[in-house]
């Protein structure tokens, strides 16, 4: 009940070691008094340990100490066998708590609850009402644990308790979630519930989804502190329909030229029905209402046809409450410093809302206070629709907001007659409901303030209990004039609509009368039309960044329980059973509320009180009436109240006076001695404050942190100041609330005043406008930011007093950030002429003699200009930076230098200290530029005039001047803060400072003190007059250039700063005069006046390069993007340039869907390159790779024709076929010889499917022109002259030729040898080769230095590396980047004969090299492979390609050996040999004696390109290769493979004989699963089983990737020695083959192994044989198998 708990109370043992404060002795001291005459003297209360918090009930009261400790002091009833009562200053220790921490406690009239660090609560006392939380028990002796648990999960999980508070017959709790959770009896619990006691904690379900950040209980109300919702989650969807009756709660009804909104929907709602239809009313119990849909909903009233018998307060306090409660949106009543005089009866009437039919206690004025009423409306239309409402002898009751009048419904059958000024503003209300409810129905709840009249007598009136006779006669016709013409000049019409409740005004709706309807939608549609943007004055949410550091301001207050004394603040005496929010707090900024027994407390951050409830004692610090609404306290100006506390009938409150030693005031019961031991009901002993009375004792208490009331009595808690920690802690919180109330004065009496001026924006015009809104909007959120923190530091004084949780010091960027950008804004607004243009309407509004503005800006000069004045006030808030500094350097000298706090003291001290000097600086920046401005000529001023613009300096004075400048010419030179300004008679250009660089002359030669200034497309040389002149220039540009560089100088002190700005740096620009660059803008890495780097430039023709500058020229890798006007879509390029240029490896995307991958020169297809034709939605119809010169297709190609199934492999010239080459296509036709101007002319060689052929001239493609010789598939032929195209009938003259069968030569000579016109291997992908020479450094195969081609490896290694490692998506693994790395480096490093080793290196060199796509010879296998498979895939599969094909892959072999043998070139030629290395040391004496071994040289290794090489490429290349040798040898195979077939069907000795293997050779048993068998008859694949597996590796590996002769070879060798092992385990012993005896044998295990192509096979092995290999062992096993293949597929015949 009579205390507020302050959240949860930390130890301060270890911060009290740190400031030097020891002794116990010294905080925390506990006093006590009643009553507030002179004679009271607070008794001291002797405590072994600092008290943290004190709560007090009727008659006693608990105290919470460090360490956790509870004492009780007072009357205990409950305490049966115990003391029943101990006095004040002998507390006992509350032993059942012991071992428990505690961390609150709370006191209700009589009973206790104290909450344990891990949020357990503990309740003892009176608990006849359940107000203990603890069932069947009428007292509870001790602290007993309290369950508080949540039903809703499962099992029930307890919730953690914040805080508690306790009221007479009911308990609150906060709990961790900030909900609340209530047990006891009582309206006041909040909860949906008609059966009391309620034992056992519920949550409050009425404020679930809510942020409660306090609670307080009176005697039978409650009380909490709720931050406001998210702007987003207030204005959440609201329900159209009623929740009971499902009707719809707002009707829509569009007539000709006007719109009915109705909401005279109508429920019988809250009423609990029987059923029998009879309503149920606890006797004395206001009716249950129902939950409410939302929260601020109004609480409808229950008259239905079942309660036809319902008291008349019933209604009456529905109706009235209908009345009276405004919409979620709406605005409510603002109580100013000057309060509204007393809008009720007199003050000595008690105010009763329940009263009968007959009571003379009416709430409703009288006609007097109706008139006064009148007078201090601030709105005309409100003034004018009162008085005639007053006129019509209309009845209504003056509600707690002025706006209500606008809600409230006039006479039915009356038809109000408005004037114009009240039209419009009811018009633009009702088109702003109209047409947001058009959006959404629920923003319309705004009109459910409808008030419905009833007549149930004449002249009586429903709404007033018992029908209180009259209305109001029609007040004099002067005196409604003069009000009207009063107000006339006060209407708001401006810039900025900045009302007090800005947070909810973002969202607000002005409400509509009931029975406006008769208006035209054009008027709405008029009305409604946007105004200028307005500015919250409080930010909504606050400070992003501050987030939970910083208490919130956006507090509501919500109550509920009895109202009989008006204690709920709802301008009624009505009880509520369920929370409701007073809405004329909520935009007060309430941190803290408190509850007496009948009376309600709540403190704003700006240090005001507000009270409400019973003033029967004056405990209400006012004599205003009514007290159903809160009022401020009268305090005297200055006073800053920062702690309340309420006791039965008085009030205590903590405050600053005028020195930071805080002081204490009392309103309220007087307590005299005389009457201590009366009675109660007496009340001779009690006297009546009419304002809040200063306790004199205060100063003698020490620093008081927090005051805490309840009964009669009051408690301070109080620290000495022995080191000063304390003095300068509270001189800390004190200065800071004095200045959020500075602050808040301005905002609230200059600058929203000044946003609301009507000729605002006429006179500063739209740019001074938009800027004042920006400084008004920096300026509330550093108003907002100081309220916060004043709050913040309030708290640390009650509760911990300590320097770590001081949020100025732990998180000061959001305070040197907030006052930056207000800073900036402020000197924005001055150099922008803001304060001059806004001097005349502020002379309007405040007159000639402007005390107010100089009383606010701390000016005392006479005579001061207004803008000066208001360029003071906007300044001020610049100089609390200081008082921070001078604080936090106070607070340090209370700590030892060497300890964490001095340290964090001295840094903030610091960087407050800075900021202020960098501010100071910054404004006289911001005058210098204002004054520049205001005397500088011409017309520059506009172009040149931007807010954020400093001046620097200038040159007027002749200082600088342009060299070689003619001698009538000016040249003016003006440094700004992001420019340097360069103005001649009529023109002036710009140089933005980011691309500028200056360096001076040496002056060893001349006499002239010059500066060479580089920008990107200019670079002049300026002369100073001296040179002290030149080096201020100097230095001030490039400290300009360095600031303009590092975003306009946001650090807090100039410290540190450079000499010189860096010569590089990344910077925008946008070209103006550079033909090429010509406006493009330029944003990247900069090189001395150049873009050099990676950078990115934009074209105004939509063309855009990102990539890397060199000198001011693309140089490197870039993206160039070209939009093509026709197609309406890009060309891309992405890839290498140089000096501008497209030059090196790219890709080229072209709007057409043709797609070039190749070399550039020139920005040319230059070199070897792929193009891909075709529209973009087909698969490429034609595709060509091969060699480019000056963007034509130039040298040795490929084309594949997709469209007319042809591939064309040979030479061109400027595109067009030219020399010799080769056609094949999908039809088989095969033709090679001379290309002209794109055609078949000249001699050449043409061959069908069947093998038709001829050989002669030819005139166009497939047309024969000329001589030749035409021979048939079975050897007869022509030869004569042939005409025609081949296929469709040729034209012979000549002579048939049919050979003899016999004629053996003859048929020899006529087989045609093919290749012999088709271009030579070596000649095939020069530039291929020659990329890659060029790569490695050389201009010619073979000629360049071996050192250099390492280096370039290296170059092109590291640079790849480097591009991988800065593009992320590549992902670049640590082994890839090991192998890179060690592909840089040489592995022969010394020169020398090649040995093995050295051999092997290099070998594996080259496996990862030619792995590796970034490394040359990489990159040439990676194209040698893709130019194989574009030329024999596809179409190119053509048995007659296959010469061919094996030829290419000889040459590959030879040129790139030459590559290798360049690279080391140790290495012996080819064919050389390499020896094996000794192994013993004997060989070396033996070669020294022995002449005969020179005979037989020792083995080696046999150099050559295939053995090096082959096992690198081939397999790469090996199925389009094993392809043609297939198709080559298709019907030797199928001959071979039927035999193959037919043979296998037999059983092996069958097949053993068949073949004529000797007996002796034969088997006698097999190995079958690990046993040995016997061979019978039958046996089938069982004999040389091992070795026929063997032989099969060589088909497995037709598919592998690593298979080349030489494995092949291995193979057959194993094959023939797992033979050998067979016979020689049968014959056991040892013996020599003989090949009568070998061949049959190896020809069962070829026969048994089922190799498909063998043929295949058997000539890819010939023809890429190791040549050194064919006489040796692995030629003649080859030759056998070989010899095996032959027989096979003439055994048919044997």
Same mark, same amino acid.
């Given at each position: ?639 800053? =109240?920062?702690? %309340?506390? @309420? #006791?039965? +009938?008085?009030?205590?409150? &903590? *405050? /600053? ?5 805080? $002081? ?39 620093? =008081?942190?927090? %005051?805490? @009331? #309840?009964? +009669?009595?009051?408690?301070? &808690? *109080? /620290? ?5 920690? $304390? ?42 406008? %938009? ?924």
């Amino acid at each position: 009940m009579h205390q507020h708990c302050h959240g949860q109370i930390s130890v301060m043992e270890s911060q009290r070691k740190s400031s030097g404060e020891d002794s116990s002795g010294e905080r925390g001291l506990l006093h006590t008094w009643k009553g507030y005459s002179c004679s009271v003297t607070p008794e001291r209360v002797l405590l072994s340990r600092p008290v943290l918090q004190a709560a007090l009930g009727t008659r006693h009261g608990v105290l919470l100490v460090e360490g956790g400790q509870v004492y009780s002091f007072g009357e205990f009833p409950w305490k049966q066998s115990q003391v029943s009562e101990v006095g004040p200053l002998k507390p006992v220790l509350e032993s059942s708590l012991s071992g428990q921490r505690v961390v609150a406690v709370a006191a209700g009239s009589f009973h206790s609850g104290a909450v344990t660090e891990d949020g357990g609560v503990h309740m003892w006392g009176e608990n006849s009402f359940g107000q203990c939380g603890l069932s069947s028990l009428t007292v509870v002796s001790n602290p007993t644990p309290v369950a508080v648990l949540d039903p809703d999960t499962s099992p029930p999980h307890t919730i953690r308790v914040l805080e508690l508070a306790c009221g007479e017959q009911h308990s609150l709790a906060l709990s961790a979630q900030h909900e609340v959770w209530a047990w006891g009896s009582g309206c006041q619990l909040g909860l949906v519930t008609t059966i009391f006691p309620v034992w056992k904690p519920q949550k409050v379900e009425h404020l679930a989804g809510r942020h409660v950040l306090q609670v307080a209980c009176g005697a039978f109300h409650s009380l909490a502190l709720v931050r406001c919702l998210p702007p987003q989650e207030a204005r959440r969807p609201l329900p159209d329909k009623c929740g009971q009756c499902n009707q719809l709660l707002y009707t829509m009804t569009d007539k000709e030229d006007h719109v009915i909104i109705s909401d005279s929907h109508y429920c019988p709602l809250g009423v609990e029905l029987l059923d029998d239809g009879e309503a149920r009313m606890e006797p004395g119990r206001s009716p249950p209402l129902r939950l409410q849909s939302s929260p601020s909903e109004p609480l409808s009233s229950h008259t239905s046809a079942s309660a036809p018998n319902l008291h008349p307060s019933i209604t009456d306090h529905t109706d009235y409450e209908r009345r009276r409660t405004v919409a979620q949106n709406g605005e409510v009543l603002t109580t100013t410093d000057s309060d509204i005089s007393a809008a009720g009866t007199d003050s000595d009437r008690t105010v009763g809302g329940m009263g009968g039919a007959g009571s003379q206690n009416s709430p409703y004025p009288d006609d007097q206070a109706v008139k006064e009423y009148l007078k201090k409306l601030s709105d005309t239309s409100l003034a004018e629709e009162t008085a005639k409402m007053t006129k019509a002898g209309a009845s209504f009751q003056p509600p707690a907001d002025s706006l209500d009048l606008l809600t409230s419904d006039l006479l039915p059958g009356v038809m109000p007659v408005t004037t114009s000024s009240a039209l419009n503003s009811l018009v633009s209300s009702c088109a702003s409901a109209v047409a947001e409810r058009v959006v959404s129905t629920c923003e319309a709840l705004s009109l459910k303030k409808r008030i419905n009249c009833y007549y149930p007598g004449v002249g009586g009136v429903a709404g007033a209990p018992g029908g209180v006779p009259g209305g109001f006669p029609g007040g004099p016709a002067e005196e409604r004039v003069r009000l009207e013409e009063s107000m006339q000049g006060k209407k708001s019409c401006s810039t900025g609509d900045i009302r007090e409740e800005e947070a909810e005004g973002l969202s607000r709706r002005l409400s509509l009368p009931g029975l406006l309807s008769q208006v035209s939608p054009r008027l709405l549609r008029r009305a409604s039309r946007p105004r200028v943007r307005a500015v919250p004055l409080t930010p909504v949410g606050g400070l992003p960044e501050a987030g939970e550091l910083l208490p919130s301001l956006q507090t509501e207050v919500w109550s509920w329980g009895r109202g009989e004394e008006g204690q709920l603040g709802h301008g009624d005496n009505l009880p509520r059973l369920q929370p409701l929010c007073i809405k004329c707090l909520s935009s007060k900024e309430v941190v803290l509320v408190a509850a007496g027994a009948h009376h309600s407390l709540a403190l704003t951050a700006q240090s005001q009180v507000f009270s409400w409830g019973s003033n029967s004692s004056g405990q209400l610090g006012h004599m205003a009436c009514p007290t159903t609404i809160p009022r401020l306290a009268k305090l005297s100006e200055g006073i800053r =109240v920062w702690d %309340v506390g @309420a #006791g039965a +009938q008085h009030t205590l409150l &903590l *405050a /600053d006076g005028d020195c930071y030693q805080p $002081i204490l005031y009392y309103s309220g019961q007087q307590v005299r001695e005389a009457a201590q031991d009366a009675p109660q009901d007496q009340t001779e002993g009690y006297s009546y404050t009419q304002q809040p009375v200063l306790l004199p004792f205060c100063m003698n208490l020490g620093y =008081v942190s927090g %005051v805490f @009331a #309840g009964g +009669q009595s009051c408690v301070a &808690l *109080a /620290d000495r100041n022995v080191t000063g920690f $304390i003095a300068s802690l509270h001189e800390l919180a004190a200065a800071e609330r004095k200045f959020y109330c500075k602050l808040s004065s301005v905002k609230n009496h200059i600058l929203r005043p000044l946003l609301d001026l009507e000729s605002l924006g006429t006179a500063l015009g739209p740019a001074s406008t %938009v800027l004042l809104q920006s400084l008004a909007r920096c300026y509330s959120r550093l108003c907002h930011l100081t309220g916060q923190h004043s709050t913040s530091l309030t708290a640390n004084l009650r509760r911990r007093r300590e320097v770590k949780s001081l949020v100025m010091l732990e998180h000061a960027s959001i305070f040197l950030d907030t006052y930056n950008e207000y800073c900036c804004s402020v000197g924005n607004f001055l150099v922008m002429g803001g304060f001059q243009a806004l001097a005349k309407p502020s002379l309007d509004f405040f007159g000639k003699c402007p005390e107010l503005l100089q009383r606010l800006a701390e000016s005392s000069e006479e005579n001061i200009p207004l803008s000066d004045l208001l360029v003071a006030l906007f300044y001020l808030p610049m100089r609390h930076l200081h008082e921070y500094g001078r604080l936090l350097l106070k607070l340090g000298t209370c700590f030892e230098v060497s300890s964490v706090d001095y340290q964090k003291l001295q840094d903030g001290c610091s960087k407050f200290e800075a900021l202020a000097l960098h501010l100071k600086r910054r404004r006289k920046e911001a005058e210098y530029t204002y004054h520049f401005w205001k005397s500088f000529p011409g017309k520059m001023t506009d172009s040149l005039r931007k807010p954020p613009r400093r001046l620097i300096c200038e040159s007027s004075n002749k200082a600088l001047t342009l060299q070689n400048s003619g001698r009538f010419s000016v040249n003016w030179f003006i440094l700004f803060n992001d420019a340097l300004v360069h103005a001649q008679f009529s023109t002036h250009h710009v140089f933005p400072l980011a691309t500028l660089w200056v360096e001076p002359i040496p002056e060893e030669n001349t006499d002239l003190y010059g500066l060479k200034v580089i920008s990107p497309e200019e670079t002049f040389t300026l002369l100073a007059c001296s040179s002290m002149e030149k080096a201020k220039w100097l230095r001030s540009i490039n400290q300009a250039v360095d600031k303009a560089m590092s975003g306009a100088g946001q650090s807090g002190s100039g410290a540190g700063q450079r000499a010189e700005p860096p010569i590089s740096r990344t910077a925008s620009y946008t070209f103006y005069k550079d033909s090429r660059l010509k406006e493009a803008t330029y944003e990247g890495r900069w090189l001395a006046g150049k873009p050099n780097g990676r950078g990115m430039v934009k074209w105004l023709d939509g063309r855009i390069y990102t990539g890397m500058f060199k000198n001011g020229l693309e140089d490197g890798f870039g993206d160039y993007v070209m939009p093509s006007k026709t197609l309406n879509l890009n060309d891309h390029y992405q890839g290498h340039w140089k000096e501008g240029k497209m030059h090196g490896i790219g890709t080229y995307k072209y709007a057409t869907g043709e797609l070039y991958e190749g070399s550039f020169q020139d920005n040319m297809r230059h070199g070897h390159g792929m193009l891909r034709s075709g529209t973009l939605n087909s698969s490429s119809p034609s595709v060509f790779i091969g060699q480019w010169v000056h963007d034509k297709k130039t040298g040795y190609g490929v084309f594949d024709d997709i469209t007319r199934g042809e591939k064309y492999m040979g030479m061109w010239q400027d595109d067009q076929r030219q020399g010799t080459g080769v056609i094949v296509t999908q039809f088989g036709l095969y033709y090679e010889g001379a290309f002209n101007n794109n055609k078949m002319q000249g001699t050449g060689v043409l061959l069908s499917e069947d093998n038709t052929t001829y050989e002669g001239e030819f005139s166009e493609d497939w047309t024969l022109n000329g001589k030749g010789v035409l021979t048939m598939a079975n050897g007869d032929y022509f030869e004569g002259t042939f005409t025609g195209e081949w296929g469709s009938g040729l034209k012979v003259t000549g002579s048939f030729f049919k050979p003899n069968l016999y004629d053996s030569d003859g048929d020899k000579g006529r087989a045609v040898k093919l290749g012999r016109l088709a271009v030579r291997p070596e000649e095939k992908w020069r530039a291929v080769f020659e990329e890659c020479w060029m790569r490695l450094g050389c201009e010619a195969p073979g000629q360049g230095e071996n050192q250099r081609a390492w280096e370039n490896i290296a170059v092109a290694l590291t640079t790849s590396r480097r591009e991988l490692r800065d593009c992320p998506e590549m992902n670049l693994s640590p082994s890839h980047n090991l192998t890179l790395e060690s592909l840089e480096f040489n592995p022969q490093q010394h020169v020398g004969p090649v040995t093995m080793e050295k051999y092997d290196r290099i070998r594996h060199y080259l496996i990862k090299a030619c792995d590796t796509p970034l490394h040359p010879l990489g990159r040439l296998m990676e194209t040698l492979v893709a130019v194989y498979r574009m030329t024999y895939v596809g179409v190119g599969a053509n048995r007659r390609l296959l010469l061919q094909a094996v030829n290419e892959i000889m040459s590959y072999l030879a040129r790139i050996f030459q590559l290798v043998r360049f690279l080391f070139p140790d290495l012996p030629e080819e064919g050389g040999v390499i020896p094996e290395p000794s192994s013993d040391p004997q060989d070396k004496k033996d070669s020294k004696c022995a002449d005969t071994q020179l005979e037989s040289p020792k083995p080696g290794r046999v150099v050559s390109s295939s053995s090096l090489l082959l096992p690198v490429l081939l397999p790469r290349l090996y199925p389009p290769l094993f392809t043609l040798y297939a198709l080559e040898k298709e019907r030797e195979d199928d001959v071979y493979w039927e035999c193959v077939l037919r043979l296998n069907k037999q059983p092996d000795m069958a097949l053993l004989a068949f073949l004529g293997v000797q007996h002796k050779f034969w088997p006698v048993s097999v190995p079958v699963l690990g046993e040995r068998t016997e061979v019978v008859s039958s046996t089938k694949d069982a004999c040389f089983a091992s070795a026929t597996e063997t032989l099969q590796q060589i088909r497995q590996f037709v598919f592998s990737t690593t298979f080349t002769p030489s494995d092949k070879l291995q193979v057959i060798q194993l094959t023939f020695e797992e033979i050998t092992k067979e016979v020689v385990s049968s014959l056991e012993d040892s013996f020599l083959w003989s090949m009568d005896d070998l061949f049959p044998v190896f020809l069962y295990v070829v026969l048994r192994a089922r190799i498909r192509n063998l043929g295949s096979e058997v000539s890819l092995i010939e023809d890429l044989m190791d040549p050194c290999v064919q006489h040796g062992e692995h030629g003649i096993m080859f030759t056998t198998l070989k010899a095996c293949y032959y027989q096979i597929q003439h055994e048919k015949t044997t």
